[in-house]
């Protein structure tokens, strides 16, 4: 019983990460398609009202926050993962290659920061990281240049 667990570990561990994947892209397209929809609104409403422009910027960068956190809640989920299938290969005297490889995503989350060629570039480019960042400083922008309208 206790091999059959041993071959199945793989795949439990692939399926984890599978689920933890679509998990990330799932937001991923819901936070696209929200940002889409607010700019919309904020294009439609920007010169007739001031103050739901500025209330849709402040969504707008709060939505950011949000889901890019939820991105660093998936990324640590995806570290535990992998370090529970790194405790087992350690702990039954495995070998990595004696598997087909359970993760095939960005190195950062396998723990080898110190294997990082641009150590502080990179890290800001990956998608998940980058997109909401991006859209947080475009509502910013807005959000700055709304206040000062509005002060006008």
Not at 5 to 28: A, H, P, Y
Not at 96 to 103: H, K, L, N
Not at 124 to 152: E, G, M, T
């Amino acid at each position: 019983m206790e091999d059959i667990k041993k071959q199945n570990f793989d795949r439990e561990i692939r399926k984890l990460l599978d689920n933890e994947t679509k998990l990330v892209n799932d937001r991923m397209m819901w936070f696209i398609l929200l940002q889409g929809l607010l700019l919309a609104g904020f294009c439609s409403i920007f010169s007739k009202d001031i103050v739901v422009s500025i209330v849709i910027s402040v969504i707008g960068i709060f939505i950011s926050i949000i889901i890019r956190h939820s991105f660093w809640e998936s990324e640590k989920a995806i570290a535990f993962i992998l370090s529970k299938w790194n405790k087992f290969i350690k702990d039954n005297n495995f070998n990595y290659d004696d598997y087909p490889p359970v993760w095939c995503g960005y190195f950062d989350t396998i723990l080898k920061k110190n294997d990082m060629i641009w150590k502080s570039l990179i890290p800001f480019l990956i998608h998940y990281k980058a997109i909401p960042r991006l859209f947080a400083i475009s509502w910013i922008v807005i959000l700055c240049y709304c206040l000062y309208k509005l002060s006008l």
